[in-house]
């Protein structure tokens, strides 16, 4: 069972990436697949979730309307599209699996990615 976080980069103030969350070993259809991100001196925190029964999508305040996840099951593979990226928004992003709803609680979750550095400079 492995969680493979992968799209991060430098990117410019205004730019995009997205980012990717693929899976290994197990089907991420049946869970509900956090994004997470941790800023050095800062705590964890939760920056977006997609549920595993209707799709339905939350997102943290200070990216709303400026990030965009989905999934992909035939892919087995879970996306965070970023744009407009902000210097706060530079950080390690993970992702994470949980089989109950969404939650901005990374305790609730089971299996983490190793994270990807996402460095957001001009």
């Known amino acids: 069972v492995q969680l493979q976080a992968s799209g991060g980069g430098l990117v410019q103030p205004g730019g995009s990436l997205r980012l990717s969350c693929a899976a290994s070993?197990?089907?991420?259809?049946?869970?509900?697949i956090g994004w997470f991100r941790q800023a050095p001196g800062k705590e964890r925190e939760g920056v977006s979730c997609i549920s595993s029964s209707d799709g339905s999508t939350y997102y943290a305040d200070s990216v709303k309307g400026r990030f965009t996840i989905s999934r992909d099951n035939a892919k087995n593979t879970v996306y965070l599209q970023m744009n407009s990226l902000k210097p706060e928004d530079a950080a390690v992003y993970y992702c994470a699996t949980h089989r109950g709803r969404c939650s901005f609680y990374g305790y609730v979750y089971d299996y983490w990615g190793q994270g990807t550095q996402v460095t957001v400079s001009s």
């Open positions: 070993g197990f089907t991420l259809d049946y869970y509900a």
